[in-house]
């Protein structure tokens, strides 16, 4: 049996919109919802109702876009929400308060891109952000600056594509990172070289297809 939750005009605490991006439960069993314009919602499953957290103009501590794509929490118990124009979100549950990283053209060390497509943290708590057109970007809460990892033409251990769907860690405390267009890139963060896994007429057993949408390692390390 299905137990279906919708947006209700007459009920506030309902879900703030039906277009739900991305899911995510937190160390307490909140769950938390990405919405395609009805911005952040935490759903608490013993009142089963929802909270809204939305971008509001004269709000600077507000939500900063309210097309979320991505959700993490964090070793402290922040929650990361990566938004579609918006940047990236830092959302202190204690005070409820957003803080915003987002790209300035002045500042080399923002964020690269305002599209977050997918956020991850490694082993050492560094935040790893996937975006629509930046690449890839790790981020140092001590320093809070971004490093860029991104495409460059004449450099075959770059980024193979700027548009990054996914990432994930693997057991060695490498990086795998699935792109639009540009296969799967294997990332040594010792080196800081990319390996490209890409489709190959030739080649039977090289990847079908080089839009890549998701990964993950497997209990053998296996990665799918």
């Known amino acids: 049996m299905f137990f279906i ?3 209700q005009l007459d009920d506030f605490r309902s879900l703030s919109n039906n277009y739900i991006n991305v899911v995510f439960e937190d160390q307490q069993g909140n769950l938390w919802l990405g919405t395609r314009g009805g911005g952040l919602n935490r759903f608490n499953p013993t009142t089963e109702k929802f909270t809204h957290y939305l971008h509001k103009a004269t709000d600077i501590n507000s939500l900063s876009d309210d097309r979320v794509d991505s959700i ?4 402290q118990g922040n929650i990361w929400v990566g938004t579609d124009g918006g940047g990236l979100n830092r959302f202190n549950p ?7 990283y ?8 923002s964020l690269s891109n305002d599209g977050v497509s997918t956020i991850i943290e490694d082993q050492q708590g560094h935040i790893w952000v996937g975006t629509w057109g930046g690449g890839l970007n790790r981020f140092n809460p001590t320093t809070e600056k971004f490093t860029h990892y991104r495409h460059q033409a004449t450099d075959i251990n770059s980024l193979s594509d700027d548009r990054v769907h996914a990432i994930t860690e693997d057991r ?10 540009g296969g799967l890139n294997h990332f040594n963060p010792i ?24 990964v993950i390692e497997d209990k053998q390390g296996n990665i799918w």
């Open 5 to 7: 939750f919708k947006k």
């Open 72 to 75: 993490i929490e964090d070793q």
């Open 94 to 100: 204690t005070t409820e308060k957003f803080t915003h």
């Open 102 to 109: 987002r790209h300035q053209t002045t500042d080399p060390n």
């Open 172 to 181: 060695q405390g490498n990086f795998w990172v699935c792109t639009n267009g």
């Open 191 to 214: 080196t800081e070289q990319f390996t490209h896994y890409r489709h190959q007429v030739t080649d039977p057993n090289s990847l079908t297809d080089d839009v890549i949408d998701a």
